[in-house]
């Protein structure tokens, strides 16, 4: 599995086309493909904007079956849903030889939940970007079935395409970063819902201690309080004995149609309608 040889990144999205300018900038050839056409123009056009001179290239390629021809990794970036993520592996699984590594990008999702029927999921492990090239993390954990071989070839090859992994010993939903900060959002949420301090003042003292520019509420206004939501009740299902207050605040703000920067007004209302 030399990194010199073709890397698939399936789905053209926020995330694919980031992956492919990584890739490209890393001197890989990197194939892409998504059913929507105008996804891959756009994908081609943000990394000819991004990386201009990048040492390797991205091609737009029609089908599954063409991107993944003599490629050593496959990354899917298609939308986070469950059965969605099953075909593509399926697909991949088949179309594949058994030594292609398959990565899923999910957000949410253990790849131990896309493996069964698969011929050979000892390949298939999760790769956890943010958003390179602005966040250039990974967290790459285990299906529990996938070969510590495969780990580590992953493991060794994503810092030449400029990023830093960190491995998740142990499957978790949320994988590291996720859940830490879903801790933070959580209490944030309390201290608000309690009426300890509003939004703003928890921001306020959340960026002068931790010493970054922006505090979870607007955070979470940038995401979009929905998503925030479901965030938050998919941890709910999974975890007993989470507070239902943060729930409980989050789902007011939603049902009154304050969804974030998205809708104009969030926790925040000094957001333009076209902001
Ligand atoms: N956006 C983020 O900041 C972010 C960060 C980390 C992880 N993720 C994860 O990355 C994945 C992709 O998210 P995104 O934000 O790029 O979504 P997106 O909606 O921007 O892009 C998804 C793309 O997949 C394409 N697609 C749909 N079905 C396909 C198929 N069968 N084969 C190939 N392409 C297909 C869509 O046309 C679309 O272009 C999700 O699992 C998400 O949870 C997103």
């Known amino acids: 599995m030399p990194p010199a040889s073709p890397i698939a990144v399936v789905g053209a999205g926020t995330l694919g086309r980031r992956l492919a300018l990584m890739f490209a900038n890393g001197g890989a050839e990197v194939r892409i493909t998504d059913p929507v ?80 029927g698969l011929d050979f999921p000892e390949r298939v492990l999760n790769t956890h970007f943010y958003l390179p090239p602005l966040i250039n993390a990974v967290e790459v954990m285990s299906s529990g079935r996938t070969s510590r071989a495969v780990l580590d070839s992953v493991l060794g090859a994503l810092p030449e395409f400029g990023f830093t992994p960190v491995e998740v010993r142990a499957e978790s939903t949320g994988f590291i970063y996720n859940r830490i900060w879903a801790a933070v959002k959580r209490e944030s949420l309390a201290v608000v819902a309690e009426g300890v301090a509003t939004p703003a003042e928890v921001d306020l003292l959340y960026r002068m201690v931790v010493g970054v520019s922006t505090g979870p509420f607007r955070v979470m ?55």
């Open 37 to 116: 056409p105008d996804q891959v123009t756009e994908a081609l056009e943000f990394v000819s904007a991004h990386a201009p001179n990048a040492p390797g290239r991205v091609v737009a390629v029609p089908s599954l079956k063409d991107a993944v021809r003599g490629a050593w990794l496959a990354v899917e970036a298609v939308p986070e849903r469950l059965e969605l993520k099953r075909q593509v592996f399926a697909e991949l699984d088949r179309l594949t030889d058994h030594d292609i590594v398959l990565a899923s990008n999910s957000s949410s999702f253990p790849t131990s939940r896309m493996i069964s």
């Open 221 to 275: 206004d940038q995401v979009g309080l929905d998503v925030a939501l479901d965030i938050e009740n998919g941890y709910a299902a999974e975890r007993e004995g989470l507070p239902e207050g943060p729930r409980a605040l989050l789902r007011e703000y939603v049902e009154r149609g304050f969804l974030g920067v998205k809708s104009g007004r969030g926790f925040y209302d000094d957001y333009r309608e076209d902001s």
